[in-house]
């Protein structure tokens, strides 16, 4: 019998930039990448956006909450800048 050659697809990791947070009770900053926040939100909420008003992010150290509302600033990668898209050149 002849065998099946298994292929390896490489897919190349997108980046979509990241987020940095600051626990004020151990005085921590850390990023955490937005394809990992999409996952919590896909588990908790089913949808995803770049918005983190509700979703939970906690401490890398001592595991407490973050208050988003105070600590967040998003980083996009800098291969990617934002564009500004004008009603008149949407598709439909």
Known sequence: MGEKKKKSKQRQKEDFGT???????CDYKFEIDWETIWGIQEITHEYVGYHLNDTFISCEKCDDLIDVDETVRGKQPLETPSQFISDYELPF
């Open 19 to 25: 987020a940095e947070f600051y626990c004020a009770k």
